[in-house]
């Protein structure tokens, strides 16, 4: 393996254990939605968008993609209001929806979500979350599919990144905080 870039203090989740636990999530959702028809992915943009992406062509059951835009960090490391940004093509009453999540930090993003999205009156509504953080810190938001749990630092690769840097990383990894401290 290559040397880490200097930004990084360690890798949490290396890119075969990621892609395995992918294939066993793409298996339980098919087996959970076999035979309901299709089922709409929400990928929320940027940071779930590789692992929207790996995860839609694991999936054995017939499903479309789409994105929402949601911004509640921008390039600081405090978690802000939640807007949207960009909202989906298609209205999803009567679908079989699942909210797809890089990370359940704070809970503020996947709880509006939800609830916003449960408004819109969809036949059933899950969640699946790349990474989720200690649950003592966050509201009270299900996650219905998950990843993986990591401790409470500054994550970036596979999607999720810090300031748009190291978003493409094949693993997921530990942020130096002398990075974001600044």
Same mark, same amino acid.
Not at 66 to 76: A, E, I, L, N, R
Not at 87 to 92: G, K, T, Y
Not at 104 to 109: E, I
Not at 128 to 154: H, M, N, R, S, T
């Given at each position: 393996?290559?040397?880490?870039?200097?930004? /990084?203090? =360690?890798? *949490?989740?290396?890119?075969?254990?990621?892609? +395995?636990?992918? !294939?066993? *999530?793409?298996?339980?959702?098919? /087996?959970?939605? +076999?035979?309901?028809?299709?089922?709409?992915?929400?990928?929320?943009? =940027?940071?779930?968008?590789?692992?929207?992406?790996?995860? +839609? =062509?694991?999936?054995?059951?017939?499903?479309?993609?789409?994105?929402?835009?949601?911004?509640?960090?921008? !390039?600081?490391?405090?978690?802000?209001?939640? @807007?949207?940004?960009?909202?989906? @093509?298609? #209205?999803?009453?009567?679908?079989?929806?699942?909210?797809?999540?890089?990370?359940?930090?704070?809970? %503020?993003?996947?709880?509006?979500?939800?609830?916003?999205? %449960?408004? @819109?009156? #969809?036949?059933?509504?899950?969640?699946?979350?790349?990474?989720?953080?200690?649950?003592? %810190?966050?509201?009270? &938001?299900?996650?219905?599919?998950?990843?993986? !749990?990591? #401790?409470?630092?500054? &994550?970036?690769?596979?999607?999720?990144?810090?300031?748009? !840097?190291? @978003?493409?990383?094949?693993?997921?990894?530990?942020?130096?905080?002398?990075?974001?401290?600044?």
């Amino acid at each position: 393996m290559s040397e880490l870039h200097p930004d /990084l203090a =360690r890798i *949490l989740v290396p890119e075969e254990t990621i892609q +395995a636990h992918v !294939k066993v *999530l793409a298996h339980q959702i098919s /087996l959970d939605y +076999a035979d309901k028809g299709p089922v709409y992915l929400v990928g929320v943009l =940027r940071g779930a968008f590789i692992f929207l992406a790996d995860l +839609a =062509r694991c999936l054995t059951i017939p499903h479309v993609v789409d994105f929402m835009s949601v911004s509640s960090y921008g !390039k600081s490391t405090e978690s802000g209001v939640v @807007r949207i940004v960009l909202d989906l @093509r298609e #209205p999803i009453d009567n679908q079989h929806v699942i909210i797809v999540e890089d990370i359940v930090d704070s809970g %503020k993003t996947l709880s509006y979500l939800y609830t916003m999205l %449960k408004s @819109r009156n #969809p036949t059933s509504l899950r969640t699946c979350a790349l990474v989720q953080k200690p649950k003592e %810190k966050q509201l009270d &938001v299900p996650v219905d599919y998950l990843g993986f !749990k990591i #401790p409470d630092v500054w &994550v970036v690769g596979y999607g999720l990144d810090y300031a748009d !840097k190291h @978003r493409t990383l094949p693993y997921i990894a530990e942020l130096k905080p002398s990075v974001y401290e600044k």
